[in-house]
């Protein structure tokens, strides 16, 4: 079975703080990784895609990927009462024509004022 | 202005009723997908289709049935064989490029809430 695995939390944070969210994946052969933020009652959308070992920055946010270590992660700098969501990791875990994604079950972020 | 439109937002079932949800995007994205999430769980893939006429079975197809005859439309229909269709349903959709490319970036509808009377 494929797997996708992250911790439920709840991450607490104060505001300011540096959070850190992390996935690990089982498939070796995953090629694509994404990052969502769900808000409570909302739908998922888009923070970060990363397809490269290494990090990659847009604002506040880093994604960090090690394929080596089957290991993603996010990072959100600064962190905003307006970041507290669920975050939920998503991997292509099939390569060749499959465009399947298996996400985790999320992280709740909790920043606190 | 694009998207992808869910309807109804919210939806009740009667015992031994068929439902169908809607969604439909103006993206001109050629893959569209049905996904289920209960409370505290991520999303479980139930349908996809990756062209017109044409779609597959995901993790939890059981109970459930679509079609994808215009490519802008891949409605979802909750049979009576699902005994257990309470859940938050979205539809998304992305735009596949060619060859071995899988960056396949998914985007989400607002959703439908399903319950049971």
């Known amino acids: 079975q494929k797997e996708v695995e992250q911790n439920s939390g709840p991450l607490s944070v104060p505001e300011g703080a540096i959070a850190s969210l992390n996935c690990t994946y089982s498939?070796?052969?995953?090629?694509?990784f994404f990052w969502y933020r769900q808000y409570s009652g909302k739908s998922p959308e888009l923070i970060m895609f990363?397809?490269?070992?290494g990090d990659k920055e847009d604002g506040r946010f880093t994604a960090q990927l090690n394929k080596a270590s089957q290991y993603v992660s996010l990072l959100i700098r600064d962190s905003q009462p307006s970041d507290s969501a669920t975050y939920l990791c998503?991997?292509?875990?099939?390569?060749?024509?499959?465009?399947?994604?298996?996400f985790g079950k999320g992280t709740l972020l909790t920043v606190n004022p | 202005d694009g998207g992808i439109t869910q309807s109804p937002k919210y939806l009740f079932r009667k015992e031994g009723q068929n439902v169908t949800l809607s969604c439909e995007q103006n993206?001109?994205?050629?893959?569209m997908y049905w996904y289920r999430q209960d409370p505290g769980q991520g999303l479980r893939l139930i349908y996809y289709?990756?062209?017109?006429?044409?779609?597959q079975k995901g993790d939890i197809a059981e109970g459930y049935s679509v079609s994808r005859e215009k490519k802008e439309s891949f409605p979802l229909t909750v049979t009576s064989a699902q005994k257990n269709p309470t859940a938050f349903y979205l539809c998304?959709?992305?735009?596949?490029?060619?060859?071995?490319?899988?960056?396949?970036?998914?985007?989400f509808g607002a959703g439908t809430r399903l319950s049971v009377l």
């Open positions: 993206l001109n994205h050629d893959a």
């Open positions: 998503a991997v292509n875990m099939v390569g060749g024509s499959n465009y399947k994604l298996t």
């Open positions: 498939d070796r052969g995953s090629q694509s």
């Open positions: 998304a959709s992305s735009k596949l490029a060619g060859g071995h490319n899988n960056k396949n970036i998914q985007y």
């Open positions: 289709s990756q062209i017109v006429n044409d779609f």
């Open positions: 990363i397809y490269s070992n």
